[in-house]
């Protein structure tokens, strides 16, 4: 099948490619640029494992077309930690709530989870629950990936993170 | 001693040892992007492997054309069972002794089967061969409903097996039966059920589900021709079976396999078998000189690889008036699907169901338990239970249920005037279990004091008052559960997988500088092995955790182990921890006496190092021991430090816990809401509580969708309903409950260290808490069973049966 050139910026930087027009971005990101971090869960849109940030919003990257993607910039799991190196906010907010058990839905739960936030800062529990609904994990139980994000906010925020009660 | 000798509490906290809440090692890679999963392999000149897969449940296959798909771009190879019989490999063995088709041999047998296999350059080249291959069926009339497997006029589905009297498990009683397995004493509970004053029986299903990891199962196979090394990446929960199994099957030497079990995201049981995209990738390797991928998609998952459950269970309960059980008999029926590929070991053709008297006292028992082959895919895992356990978990708390209300007695109180009490630890089963330990009237009462037990029934009776007097259409329901778990299998002189011993295993070796690398049999999908075995390591030896490396998955390096699964990691595997541990310590002993010139009984062990009794100045680290084992070994003592131990368990374990459900339903919608869901767990000495209680909301999460909507069902076509997350119920984080968990500690005397395994309580329990929280809800209107899962629709449909909405008239 036919080529076609694409170009897009991942994670800052200009990346480009040979590839046929049914070939899906998280194919493009898994296969032509190597980086595995996003994963592949269901292949019908309902896990979520796939989750990139495209243009400023969230995206399941099965669900598109390296083509339609040209022109686009994109962060995955591997763009998420701070420039220096350390974790960011809510890699570490993962870690610190045990948000996290096998792993394999976690970067596409941080990438939305980090549109969440800038979608909305200090989302209530409820609001959290709702934002992450498109993002399936069979470990957690979801309980401590909510806490997560709400340690991630309290972080971003600078207000000390206060565990709710049970 | 100066300021900065650090406290006991501070040498302690450094070793960040077992019951520390310690932050889990492998996140740092997880949460980056940097885990390190199968589909993420990649090797040079890799091709990729996908199947042709059957449109019917039950089919001859009259011709397989491939001419037409190895002319597409890109495709290589199609393997079918024509090719697959040159090297002998067109059926394999299954776990339960049964065998199975790789590839289409004649007929299908079940919807989705894999009839050929397509190589092709990348999967999407795959796709193209596979829509290319031409394949004639000539379709027969399908085999659904197990109650109808046996029937004299059922259809033959194993034409391989029909005229076979005896199966791997005794006698065969029909063309479609598999095994009768029977336990206890038939003529005692007979004579218990004559002389009962009440008595109870019902059909409690427990649907087919599918365990359904996110990751699904998938391989890289690489055979080097030169060498003859095959080497294996692959989703293997249990990676040296794998092994084993492929040197046996392929005739190959073993030790020219190399089986790589890398980060697996998720198992829950569906990643215990082998199935025939492993074989397909290993022959398409071997035939064609490249390493093959094959990963499976999620709709192959959900209708081929491992369903779980399809029990069918009739309950009978003989019991006092005043409520003491005095016998159990249970029948099940049990539909295996088109080939008996149950992942239980080799003796246990229904995996421990004989669990079923719970945490009972039932003076006498009989169990039977019938396999049957229908058109449907096989496998019968256990769906993050230990064998079948969940199965009888779910039976005795649903019929101690129905016999409560039958009773006219409060569920709760029924249970306490039965439970096992704790002096006659260890107990002795009815039907041949030893349980180690346990103290159920504790957990069981502080369970009811915590949720306030005596007020939810309170409310209830007023809200039940309410509703008749047509005040609400909301009704409540309390679902209490009560389990007790069989894990940790198992003992060798009753357990093996193949005839190998169900043992686990632990190596490790000491460095120098005080760090160390442990190595083991066991496989985490999920479970946080890297952060809790080295816990055990650094309490048992006294080197903080950080400094011990723990690696799993490869079979070149590892110690032979039976992998994770069942809840066996902790017992076996995390014994085996504690015995090769303590193995370095007493090495470690003996250079620390040579070293502070005593002998070794004038030693203590003080938290990380050794002691002159008495002389508490004289101290030597086991830091320091390290370096002195490489350095200046005592004369006539071999340098080194390292251990390795095979730990075969004498006993199974035997964790328990108290769940309490708290649910209120709308009758004219069935919607429901989870108001409350309690859940104490004991599951023995705890090594690290965040990862326990991290194990219990995933497990209770699972139950939850098991309970509430999960099914795989088939049509009477045996066209499977269930094969995508569209159709197939996994809960989001806005449906899911809120969990509160607890804990009570009734070490196990035989372990170690006294730990019994928790991942798969929370599932075991989690569902009869749930299903008795929907049945309660209904009981006070004439309902006495109401089947899984408990859907909106389905409850709907229990409030119109019971003629409780308007309009809609009851069921006829």
Redesign the interface.
């Given at each position: 099948?036919a080529k076609t050139h694409v170009t897009m910026k991942v994670n800052g930087a200009e990346v480009e490619g040979l590839v046929?027009p049914?070939?899906l971005l998280v194919?493009f990101i898994?296969?032509n640029l190597?980086?595995?971090?996003?994963?592949?869960?269901?292949?019908?849109t309902?896990?979520g494992?796939c989750t990139v940030d495209l243009n400023g919003m969230s995206v399941k990257s099965c669900t598109m077309f390296a083509v339609q993607a040209a022109g686009a910039d994109i962060t995955?799991?591997?763009g998420?930690?701070n420039p220096d190196g350390t974790?960011s906010a809510l890699?570490?907010g993962?870690?610190?709530m045990?948000g996290?058990?096998?792993?394999?839905?976690?970067?596409g739960m941080?990438l939305r989870a980090h549109r969440l936030l800038k979608e909305n800062a200090n989302p209530t529990e409820e609001e959290?629950?709702?934002g992450?609904?498109?993002?399936?994990?069979?470990?957690?139980?979801?309980?401590?990936?909510?806490k997560a994000i709400q340690y991630a906010a309290a972080k971003i925020n600078g207000v000390e993170f206060q565990e709710a009660a049970? | 001693m100066n300021d900065m000798t650090p406290t006991r509490e501070e040498r302690e906290a450094r070793l960040e040892g077992m019951g520390c809440k310690r932050?889990?090692v492998?996140?740092?890679?997880?949460?980056?992007?940097?885990?390190?999963?199968v589909?993420?392999v990649?090797l040079p000149g890799m091709l990729h492997g996908d199947f042709v897969r059957s449109p019917h449940a039950h089919a001859r296959v009259k011709s397989i054309n491939t001419e037409k798909a190895l002319k597409v771009?890109g495709v290589l190879a199609v393997l079918t069972a024509e090719t697959l019989k040159t090297v002998n490999l067109a059926w394999m063995p299954t776990l339960a002794g049964d065998v199975q088709m790789v590839l289409a041999d004649g007929k299908v047998l079940f919807q989705n089967q894999e009839v050929a296999f397509v190589v092709a350059t990348d999967?999407?080249a795959a796709d193209d061969g596979i829509n290319a291959v031409e394949v004639e069926y000539e379709a027969l009339p399908p085999l659904i409903d197990p109650f109808k497997a046996m029937d004299a006029d059922a259809p033959v589905l194993r034409e391989d097996i029909k005229d076979k009297k005896d199966g791997a498990h005794g006698p065969r009683k029909h063309h479609n039966h598999i095994f009768e397995w029977t336990v206890g004493d038939k003529d005692l509970t007979d004579a218990a059920f004559n002389k009962a004053d009440v008595k109870i029986k019902e059909l409690i299903s427990y649907q087919r589900v599918h365990p359904?990891?996110?990751?699904?199962c998938q391989c890289v196979c690489s055979f080097d021709k030169i060498t003859g090394e095959l080497t294996i990446y692959g989703t293997f929960q249990a990676p040296h079976v794998i092994r084993t199994v492929v040197a046996l099957i392929a005739k190959l030497p073993e030790q020219k396999i190399h089986v790589i079990s890398p980060?697996?995201?998720?198992g829950?049981g569906n990643k215990v078998g082998a199935y025939p995209g492993y074989i397909c990738a290993a022959v398409a390797t071997i035939v064609t000189g490249k390493p093959v991928k094959w990963v499976e998609?999620?709709?192959e998952n959900l209708t081929t690889t491992s369903f779980a459950r399809d029990y069918h269970m009739t309950a009978e309960i003989a019991a006092t008036k005043d409520g003491k059980v005095t016998g159990l008999r249970v029948h099940v029926l049990a539909d295996h699907g088109a080939f008996d590929a149950c992942a239980d070991p080799s003796k246990w053709p229904a995996g421990f169901f004989n669990i079923v008297t719970g945490s009972y006292d039932f003076p006498v028992s009989h169990l039977a338990v019938d396999g049957v082959y229908t058109n449907k895919a096989p496998g019968g895992v256990a769906y993050r239970c230990s064998f079948r356990v969940t199965e009888a978990a779910y039976c005795i708390e649903r019929a101690m249920d129905i016999l409560a209300q039958k009773l006219g007695m409060d569920p709760a109180e029924l249970r306490l005037k039965n439970f096992i009490r704790p002096e006659q630890f260890p107990y002795h089963s009815a039907l041949g279990w030893e349980y180690d330990s346990g103290d159920y009237h504790t957990a069981m009462k502080k369970a009811m004091e915590t949720t306030r037990y005596s007020e939810l029934r309170q409310e209830q009776a007023a809200k039940r008052a309410a509703f008749k007097r047509g005040e609400t259409r909301e009704i409540m329901g309390i679902g209490v559960s009560f389990f007790t778990e069989i894990v940790g299998a198992g003992p060798s002189k009753n357990c093996d997988i193949l005839g190998i011993a169900m043992f686990d295993s632990c190596e490790i070796r000491m460095h120098p500088t005080g760090a160390g690398v442990a190595r083991m049999g066991s496989k985490s999908?999920?479970?946080?092995h890297e952060t809790t075995w080295a816990q055990i390591i650094a309490t048992e030896i006294g080197i903080p955790a950080d400094n011990i490396k723990v690696e799993e998955g490869n079979t070149d390096t590892a110690p032979y182990g039976l992998g994770t699964y069942g809840s066996r990691s902790t017992p076996v595997a995390g014994a085996a921890i504690a015995m090769a541990a303590r193995k370095i310590r007493a090495k470690a002993q003996m250079i620390a006496a040579y070293k502070l010139e005593v002998h070794e009984d004038d030693l203590e062990w003080d938290i990380d190092g050794f002691r002159v009794k008495g002389l508490p100045e004289k101290f030597l680290g086991m830091k320091d021991i390290c370096w002195i084992a490489y350095n200046t070994p005592p004369p006539g003592m071999e340098p080194g430090l390292e251990a390795v131990s095979y730990y075969d368990p004498p006993n199974m374990t035997y964790p328990f816990g108290a769940y309490i459900c708290v649910m209120d339903i709308d009758v004219d919608t069935g919607v429901y809401k989870v108001r409350r869901f309690y859940a104490l767990d004991d599951c023995g000495t705890r090594i690290n509580p965040?990862?326990i209680?991290?194990?219990v909301?995933?497990?209770?999460?699972?139950a939850f969708a098991i309970a509430m909507g999960q099914e795989i069902h088939y049509d009477k076509e045996g066209n499977v309903l269930g094969g995508?997350?569209?159709d197939f119920f996994?809960p989001?984080?806005?449906e899911?409950p809120?969990?509160?968990t607890d804990f009570t500690v009734t070490p196990s005397p035989h372990h170690p260290i006294g730990a019994k395994g928790v991942g798969e309580s929370p599932n075991v329990g989690g569902v009869p808490a749930f299903s008795n929280a929907v049945n309660d809800a209904f009981s006070f209107l004439g309902a006495t069973h109401i089947q899984m899962p408990h859907d909106h629709w389905r409850n709907w449909k229990a409030a119109r049966d019971l003629g409780v909405i308007k309009g809609a008239g009851a069921a006829a």
């Open positions: 099948m046929e049914r070939t194919h898994r296969e190597q980086m595995t971090g996003t994963h592949i869960g269901c292949d019908t309902h896990c494992a995955t799991i591997e998420m930690a974790l890699q570490e993962f870690r610190m045990h996290l058990q096998c792993g394999f839905c976690t970067p941080i959290i629950r709702f992450i609904a498109g993002n399936l994990c069979r470990c957690t139980g979801y309980q401590n990936i909510v049970e | 932050k889990r492998e996140d740092v890679r997880f949460t980056q992007g940097k885990g390190n999963y589909d993420d990649k771009p999967r999407y359904s990891p996110l990751e699904t980060d697996i995201g998720g829950f998609d999620r709709m999908q999920g479970q946080g965040m990862i209680e991290g194990q909301h995933g497990g209770l999460t699972e995508s997350f569209m996994l989001t984080a806005y899911t809120h969990w509160e």
